[in-house]
C-alpha cells in the first residue's frame, strides 16, 4: 500500500465528549502546537457535537466554543483547523464566526439517511472558501445502497469528500470494507472513515476502510474520543508507516504529544469499559455514554439496561432525551415488578 493517507485529529472534538465538554483554552493551545508540530493536517476543534452544541441537551462548555477554536487557529503554523457542524444543531451563523476567525475545513454532518439536511450548509461551506467535507453518521444503520445514495447526495451538494462515520464502533472489518468498496464504485470524490474503538476495532476497520480506498481518516490522540474513543492517531501513524503509507506526520513528535500533553489532561485512560463495550455491541451513539451514567445514577439502574434499551428503540444523535425517558420507563417497570 504506497498511499497517502490524509489525517484529521478529533481528540479536541469528539474527545470533548470524554471531557464533558471542559477544554480550557490553555489546554487546546499547548495540544494544537504539538500536533502542528508533528504535522498533523487537519485538527478538528469544536463542542463534541458541533458548532452551537453547547446546551443542556448536549451538555454545556466549559469554554465558549468559538474562543477555543481562536485558540486553536492562533497555535497553528502548518495545520489547518476543522470544526464539526451537524445542521440542526449548528447554524450558519456559527459557520461565518468559525470561518472569520481562519477555520480551513468544515465537517458537514447528518444522520446516515438524512444527507438532504446538509445541503445548505454545504453549499454555505463552500461559498466561505471552506474545505468541506460530508459525513454520515451511525453508517452502521443503513443497508449498504442507502449509505452510496446518501453519499452521493452529498457529493451532489459539492463536498469535497465523503466520510462513513461508524458512531457507535458497531461495525466489523467486512461490513466497513463492503461499504467503502461500494462509496469507492460510485463517487468521485475522496472517501474518509471514522472509527469507534467500542468493540476495539478502531484499529482493524480504520485499515479495512484504507484497503478498499479510503484515503482521509480520522484519528484520536490517546484514543480520545465518545465511547471508547477512536482509533489512536500515534498508533495508526506506526501502523501506517509500516504499511508503506504515507501521513507526512512526525512520528516521535506524536508520541511525545501523546504522552507529555494529552494523557496529563485525562483523569482515566481512555479504555473500553462495560459501557463502552455496549455501545458497539448494542450500536448506540457514542456520544450516548456520558448521558446514560448520569440517568443511571439518577435512576438507580444499570447504564447497560439503559444502552441496550435505546440500541432495540434506535436511538439516534438528537435524541438524547430519550435516554432520560428510557431510564425513567426501567426504573418504573422494575418498581412495578418489586
Ligand atoms: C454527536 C456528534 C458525533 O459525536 C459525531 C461523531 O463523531 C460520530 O458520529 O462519531
Ligand atoms: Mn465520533
Do not use: W
Not at 24 to 34: F, H, K, L, P
Not at 268 to 281: C, H
Request: proline fraction near 2%; hydrophobic fraction near 45%.
Amino acid at each position: 500500500m504506497t498511499k497517502q493517507i490524509i489525517i484529521t485529529e478529533v481528540a479536541l472534538r469528539d474527545g470533548s465528549h470524554a471531557v464533558a465538554h471542559q477544554y480550557t483554552a490553555e489546554q487546546v493551545t499547548r495540544v494544537v502546537r504539538g500536533l502542528d508540530a508533528a504535522r498533523v493536517p487537519y485538527i478538528e476543534v469544536s463542542h463534541g457535537d458541533g458548532l452551537g452544541g453547547s446546551s443542556l441537551q448536549y451538555g454545556l462548555s466549559g469554554t465558549n466554543e468559538m474562543e477555543l477554536i481562536e485558540a486553536a487557529v492562533a497555535a497553528c503554523r502548518n495545520s489547518k483547523i476543522a470544526v464539526l457542524l451537524l445542521p440542526g444543531i449548528g447554524t450558519v451563523k456559527e459557520l461565518k464566526e468559525a470561518a472569520a476567525l481562519g477555520v480551513k475545513m468544515a465537517r458537514i454532518g447528518t444522520h446516515v439517511t438524512e444527507a438532504d439536511v446538509s445541503a445548505q450548509h454545504i453549499a454555505k461551506a463552500k461559498e466561505l472558501g471552506l474545505e468541506t467535507v460530508g459525513f454520515l453518521m451511525m453508517s452502521h444503520m443503513a443497508p449498504v445502497e442507502k449509505l452510496v445514495e446518501q453519499a452521493k447526495l452529498m457529493e451532489s451538494y459539492g463536498a469535497d469528500a465523503v466520510y462513513m462515520f461508524d458512531s457507535a464502533g458497531a461495525l466489523l472489518p467486512h461490513q466497513v470494507k463492503e461499504r467503502v468498496h461500494a462509496l469507492r464504485q460510485s463517487l468521485q470524490v475522496d472517501i474518509g472513515f471514522h472509527g469507534h474503538n467500542n468493540l476495539s476495532l478502531a484499529m482493524a476497520n480504520t485499515l479495512a476502510a484504507i484497503e478498499e480506498g479510503a484515503v482521509r481518516i480520522d484519528g484520536s490522540i490517546r484514543c480520545l474520543g465518545a465511547g471508547a474513543g477512536n482509533t489512536q492517531t500515534e498508533v495508526l501513524t506506526a501502523v501506517l508507516d509500516q504499511l508503506g503509507c504515507q501521513t507526512g506526520i512526525d512520528l516521535y513528535q506524536i508520541m511525545d504529544v501523546a504522552e507529555e500533553i494529552v494523557a496529563p489532561l485525562l483523569q482515566v485512560p481512555q479504555e473500553i469499559t462495560r459501557d463502552s463495550l455496549v455501545l458497539g455491541y448494542a450500536g448506540v451513539y457514542s456520544s450516548f455514554q456520558l448521558h446514560a451514567r448520569r440517568a443511571a445514577k439518577q435512576f438507580g439502574i444499570d447504564a447497560r439496561d439503559i444502552l441496550i434499551e435505546l440500541g432495540k428503540r434506535k436511538v439516534v444523535g438528537g435524541q438524547e432525551d430519550m435516554i432520560i425517558d428510557v431510564a425513567a420507563e426501567l426504573a418504573r417497570s422494575r418498581a412495578v415488578v418489586l
